[in-house]
């Protein structure tokens, strides 16, 4: 597998600075981000100032991003600068990651302490000035959620019942983007695998991943992707996705490419927390130690079996929330980070070895991270 460079750290007195890579995908997300993440963790005088410097970033992944948008909302008493890439005259590679942030509502997502700069020398103060960009977009009219990162704690009133009704508005909100891109008889099924999926993973997020902190993170975005499968598409789109697909085969462990080759078009979840991770809901710290894998033993207990965590709460259904995801949703694909290790094959599973692949890095990301894959079938119009 490629690997990026990692990201550079710069600490100067009251100074940090943080300066990504050209691209920013999950591998080396997952390899270089838990240093990272431990150092804004342990950052505890408010006058420190911090920088992130993107302004060379042409591509970053949604996990990536969304998990750097937590720890920079964690910062909540520092000052923030994010450095953005100058718009190009001659529609480079920057201009598609500013539509991207832009149309696919991250930009949304950063906390009201972040300031802009392009190239940090101006500051930034309308983003609808990247409007014009959104036609150079990879991935072009593919939201059906955007992206959002929220504190479930501020969310008022919250039980199981208000977080239930909360999520039930978001995808209601959604509704016109799913009839959009999914043939009319399967919009209805679309909708409640989608509100299936983003309960059961958001609510265990608030009950399990943050024991100790008021603070409860979650991002997520979902999208629509065409897979390679697709005839309806032209030539040069064809190109365009074939390189596109290569490209992330080999930045992003245990997304397996044959998945998509073979599909017309697919549903893409991505959900994220920095909480304290699904294994350490079934293991305590002493056990995790005795087991170099701990990731994949949990994720069998909790994916494959339903067995409930040791500090679960939870008493509505006999079962935990991802075998809920298993048994419910159908055929697709699931990938997921945790501890040291990536998880990732298609479901249902058809082996009692779960596939997966390490995370050689002495800092891990804190936090549970999944990505969900939903085959639609064929294109609109071509029902069979």
């Known amino acids: ?48 100032k911090v920088i992130f410097d993107l302004s060379k970033v042409t591509w970053i992944d949604p996990l990536p991003l969304l998990s750097l948008q937590i720890s920079i909302a964690e910062l909540n008493k520092n000052e923030i600068r994010v450095y953005l890439p100058r718009i190009d005259a001659n529609y480079g590679y920057s201009n598609k990651i500013l539509a991207f942030l832009l149309s696919e509502g991250f930009f949304e997502c950063f906390p009201n302490n972040v300031s802009f700069y392009e190239d940090s020398e ?35 009133d919250i039980k199981e019942l208000s977080l239930d009704k909360w999520i039930y508005d978001i995808i209601q909100k959604a509704r016109y983007n799913i009839k959009n891109k999914v043939e009319s008889y399967k919009a209805e099924e679309v909708i409640n695998r989608l509100q299936t999926l983003l309960f059961e993973t958001i609510s265990n997020v608030y009950e399990h991943a943050y024991p100790k902190n008021n603070n409860k993170y979650v991002g997520f975005y979902v999208r629509f992707r065409n897979g390679y499968a697709n005839t309806s598409i032209g030539n040069e789109e064809r190109k365009k996705l074939k390189y596109l697909i290569s490209e992330e085969h080999d930045n992003s462990p245990m997304l397996q490419k044959y998945f998509i080759d073979n599909l017309f078009n697919f549903i893409e979840v991505f959900i994220i927390d920095s909480g304290c991770g699904l294994t350490s809901n079934y293991f305590t710290e002493k ?93 609109r119009g071509k029902r069979g």
């Not at 750290?9 to 080396?28: H, M, Q, T, V, W």
């Not at 981000?33 to 005088?45: A, H, T, V």
């Not at 014009?132 to 501020?154: D, F, P, R």
């Open 122 to 156: 101006t500051i930034v103060k309308n983003f609808l000035k990247y409007d014009k960009l959104i036609g150079e977009l990879q991935y072009s009219n593919c939201s059906i959620i955007k992206a959002h990162l929220v504190n479930l704690y501020e969310i008022k």
């Open 287 to 379: 056990e995790k130690k005795g087991n170099i894998y701990p990731f994949r033993s949990a994720w069998d207990k909790a994916f494959i079996k339903g067995i409930r965590g040791i500090n679960s709460n939870k008493k509505s259904t006999q079962k935990g929330g991802l075998y809920t995801i298993n048994r419910s949703l159908g055929n697709n694909y699931i990938c997921a980070r945790d501890e040291n290790e990536w998880i990732g094959h298609s479901l249902p599973l058809r082996s009692s070895i779960v596939p997966s692949s390490p995370i050689y890095k002495d800092d891990q990301i804190k936090g549970f991270s999944l990505i969900k894959r939903i085959p639609r079938g064929l294109p």
């Open 1 to 48: 597998m490629k690997r990026d460079y990692p990201i550079e750290i710069i600490i100067d007195n009251n100074e940090y600075k943080f300066i990504f890579p050209e691209k920013y995908r999950n591998l080396s997300w997952s390899e270089y981000f838990g240093e990272i993440q431990n150092i804004l963790r342990n950052i505890s005088d408010i006058n420190i």
